[in-house]
């Protein structure tokens, strides 16, 4: 199992960017799935979460900015990141909690790789 991300970039201040991440391998469901960001010496925090109802929540310094969504059919969460600043700028990671179909019982934490998201003029 592995997650994918992309959509990474620079962009300037109030710009937008839609950040991709995908599910793949051997998996029975994808539970919760959210997206992550850690700044430069700074603790990764979370930016947003969305569960497979589709219930959503966000962290205060992103909402009514940044719009996260699925599809459950595709196992893929999106980030829309609108009216971007520069204290935007960070590593973004996803991330899910999925059952395995040799192990459905079990909730398994999987993280992407990370994908750069630099606001800067």
């Known amino acids: 199992v592995q997650l994918v991300e992309s959509g990474g970039g620079l962009v300037q201040p109030g710009g937008s960017l839609r950040l991709s991440c995908a599910a793949s391998?051997?998996?029975?469901?994808?539970?919760?799935m959210a997206w992550y960001r850690q700044a430069p010496g700074k603790q990764r925090e979370l930016v947003a979460r969305?569960?497979?109802?589709?219930?959503?929540h966000y962290v205060d310094s992103v909402k009514d900015r940044f719009s996260i969504s699925r599809d459950n059919a595709k196992n893929t969460v999106y980030l829309q990141m609108n009216s971007l600043k520069p204290e935007d700028t960070a590593v973004y990671y996803c991330?899910?909690?999925?059952?395995?179909?040799?192990?459905?019982?079990?909730?398994?934490?999987?993280w992407g790789q990370g994908t750069q998201v630099t606001v800067s003029s």
């Open positions: 969305i569960l497979r109802s589709g219930m959503t």
């Open positions: 391998g051997s998996i029975f469901s994808v539970d919760a």
């Open positions: 991330n899910a909690g999925l059952r395995e179909e040799n192990t459905p019982n079990l909730i398994s934490d999987y």
